[in-house]
Nanobody
Framework: QLQLVESGGGLVQPGGSLTLSCAISGATLSEYAIGWFRQAPGKEREVVSCISKIYGITKYADSVKGRFTISTDNAKALVLLQVNSLQPEDTANYYC????????????????????WGQGTQVTVSS
């Protein structure tokens, strides 16, 4: 059973950067596409990015395109999300997720596609 554990969140000033990590266990990065999401208090969960290692595909939500970069560290079984030029509106709990559906290698920017979630890591952008 795939398990996902996020880390790397914290408090950062506007304009700052963080690298979020999603540690994968119970499966390999070639078996699943991984998505990153965020949810701010009082708001719906928002898809941010996804990556399919086996198809070599990455996708980004328009709101983060050019500022966020998703990648994998295959040796450490990590999916990384580099978040740059952070603004207060980026404050949220950030989650990684995968799907148990048959086409689990597809990189899909859709909330309802994913059904296996990590516990999240909090990112707070404030001066």
């Amino acid at each position: 059973q795939l398990q996902l554990v996020e880390s790397g969140g914290g408090l950062v000033q506007p304009g700052g950067s963080l690298t979020l990590s999603c540690a994968i266990s119970g499966a390999t990065l070639s078996e699943y596409a991984i998505g990153w999401f965020r949810q701010a208090p009082g708001k719906e969960r928002e898809v941010v990015s996804c990556i399919s290692k086996i198809y070599g595909i990455t996708k980004y939500a328009d709101s983060v395109k050019g500022r966020f970069t998703i990648s994998t560290d295959n040796a450490k079984a990590l999916v990384l999300l580099q978040v740059n030029s952070l603004q207060p509106e980026d404050t949220a709990n950030y989650y990684c997720a995968a799907t148990t559906k048959p086409l689990r290698n597809l990189c899909v920017l859709q909330n309802s596609w994913y059904d296996l979630w990590g516990q999240g890591t909090q990112v707070t952008v404030s001066s």
